[in-house]
């Protein structure tokens, strides 16, 4: 059997490794695929595993010995699903690897700018404290957490296991979800999203893109908001409009904003939010803990075993 990953170094950039895999059939691993080079090296294969690299009606029309495509992430729009279940490919993902990564992301996001974490670190090494009149110095707001509302857009397992951080910090959770009342615990109160937007002093985006959440975020959201609010996105790009954010930010209609995602990635150097005031952005690493990638490793192996075994797991093609 075959196996060709076509672009593992995001997944592991050497400090995890591929030998459980190599068990399982003829391995070829490349760290990048560009896409002219897909049909090439993947010829012959019957597996498939991809992170970023976009795999076609095309690709999978010239590729007849092809039968499973593993993504390497949760999200799997990189591939043509429908085009998979016309040619009887199995497809499958990376469920919730990343959860408590992510959640712990978005608050090293809440945390930085509550307290200017960042900030104040650099003044210190500028010599600054040294210079100091006084015991101790700050030039920003200091932030605190407890009596603050949190709203959460999408209460999935990130979503979820963000609320219970937020509730451990002392702050009031709400959330814009699909789940009832009847399912939400006691301590999470269900709101409607503009009603969200106006009333939470952070708000922070997990829910999936679709036609309908595509630039969620907008001007028109953005002015519903507090003055004082924080955006945080460790989602989908896409979820905001960003030149309507970075005029949001330096119009000063909300105070900060914390990303881990853009529209595009890597940015382009006009993105408009690269030199917006009080956005912090770090470079879509919040799924990226050496525990979570191991966890992404071991669901990878586990997916493979069970279609090689004729049980396919973690299918996203319905039937």
């Keep these: 059997m075959k196996i060709v990953v076509l672009d ?5 950039p050497g400090d995890l490794c591929w030998d459980e895999l190599e068990m399982l ?3 070829a691993i490349y760290d990048r695929t560009a896409p002219e080079e897909v049909l090439e090296r993947a010829a012959g294969a019957e597996i498939l595993l991809t992170n970023k690299t976009v795999l076609t009606a095309g ?3 010239a590729l007849p010995e092809l039968k499973y495509i593993g993504v390497l992430a949760t999200g799997y729009n990189i591939v043509d699903v429908a085009a998979a279940k016309e040619h009887d490919i199995i497809v499958t993902n990376i469920p919730a690897y990343s959860t408590d990564s992510v959640a712990q992301m978005v608050f090293a996001h809440i945390l930085n700018i509550a307290q200017q974490v960042q900030h104040h670190s650099e003044e210190v090494h500028k010599g600054r404290w040294t210079r100091s009149k006084d015991f101790c110095f700050w030039d920003t707001p ?5 009596g603050k509302k949190l709203g959460i857009i999408g209460l999935g397992h990130t979503g979820y296991t963000t609320a219970r951080i937020a509730i451990g910090f002392g702050m009031q959770v709400c959330a814009y979800t699909s789940k009832t009342n009847f399912q939400l615990p006691p301590e999470i109160r269900k709101m409607e999203l503009d009603e969200l937007f106006r009333e939470c002093d952070i708000i922070s985006l997990h829910c999936p893109l679709t036609d309908s959440t595509r630039e969620l ?6 002015k519903m908001m507090k003055p004082t609010a924080i955006l945080i996105n460790t989602g989908r790009g896409p979820l905001i409009n960003e030149q309507d954010l970075a005029d949001a930010l330096n119009n000063n209609i909300i105070y900060a904003a914390g990303l ?12 408009p939010l690269l030199t917006a005031k009080n956005c912090y952005i770090t470079p879509h690493i919040a799924w990226a803990s050496t525990a979570a990638r191991e966890r992404l490793m071991q669901i990878m192996l586990e997916n493979i075993k069970a279609y090689q075994a004729g049980k396919p797991i973690n299918s996203v093609i319905k039937q």
């Design 8 to 12: 593992g170094y995001a997944a592991n």
């Design 25 to 27: 059939g003829e391995c």
């Design 59 to 61: 690709h999978m029309a």
């Design 142 to 146: 200091l932030i605190e957490l407890r």
């Design 217 to 222: 975020v907008n001007a028109e959201r953005l």
């Design 260 to 271: 881990d995602v853009l529209s595009q990635e890597p940015p382009h150097a006009d993105n």
